[in-house]
């Protein structure tokens, strides 16, 4: 199957769970998700072209059974994202989570983890939803929505103070910033 080179959304190398979110963004004022054949794209290119930008194109396939698996995935992300406190969310993620197991091992270098599935369809939602937990674990207030009210993007703030506002500086941020500019510029 041929795919692009690269990757058409304005954010990619998030960890896993955020960018399974943001495979859903605005592009040119119109929503656009990467799984619903964006730029021409089928569904299962879209899924390739992700699997691929995550690093997890030689762990899994790209078909209908894990394109429908991560669906599921995503949409409990993004419920469980948009809202910590719905139980309904953390369900799904939970039913999730039940399609894979974490198998301890013993390596060359010491403690190791190997992930196991029911069915390898499930790999790449199940790895999606574990490094939620991982996000969750690490510092749940790192995750965020960017700040600019045209985005729908998310990411994990690894500032050090913690300040990060948006997406990318290059697209939202640096549009805030003209915008600033100019509202200051025409009140003068």
């Given at each position: 199957m041929a795919t692009p080179a690269t990757d058409p959304r304005p954010l990619i190398g998030e960890p896993v769970a955020l960018d399974l979110i943001n495979?859903?963004?605005?592009h040119e004022g119109e929503p656009t998700d990467l799984f619903a054949g964006a730029f021409g794209l089928t569904r299962v290119e879209g899924l390739a072209i992700?699997?691929?930008?995550?690093?997890?194109?030689?762990?899994?396939r790209a078909d209908a059974a894990t394109l429908v698996h991560l669906l599921t995935a995503r949409e409990a992300l993004a419920r469980a994202v948009a809202d910590p406190s719905d139980a309904s969310a953390?369900?799904?993620?939970?039913?999730?989570?039940?399609?894979?197991?974490?198998?301890?091992?013993?390596?060359?270098?010491?403690?190791?983890?190997?992930?196991?599935?029911?069915d390898?369809?499930?790999?790449?939602?199940?790895?999606?939803?574990r490094d939620y937990l991982e996000l969750l674990k690490s510092g749940p207030d790192r995750i965020r929505k960017c700040a600019s009210d045209t985005c729908v993007l998310h990411f994990h703030d690894i500032s050090r103070n913690g300040t990060r506002r948006w997406c990318s500086m290059a697209a939202c941020g640096n549009r805030a910033k003209a915008s600033r500019h100019y509202a200051r510029t025409r009140e003068r």
């Open positions: 495979t859903r963004w605005m992700w699997l691929e930008s995550t690093g997890l194109a030689g762990r899994f953390r369900s799904l993620i939970d039913a999730v989570l039940e399609h894979g197991r974490i198998r301890i091992t013993l390596t060359a270098q010491g403690a190791g983890e190997r992930s196991e599935f029911d390898p369809a499930w790999g790449p939602a199940w790895t999606a939803a």
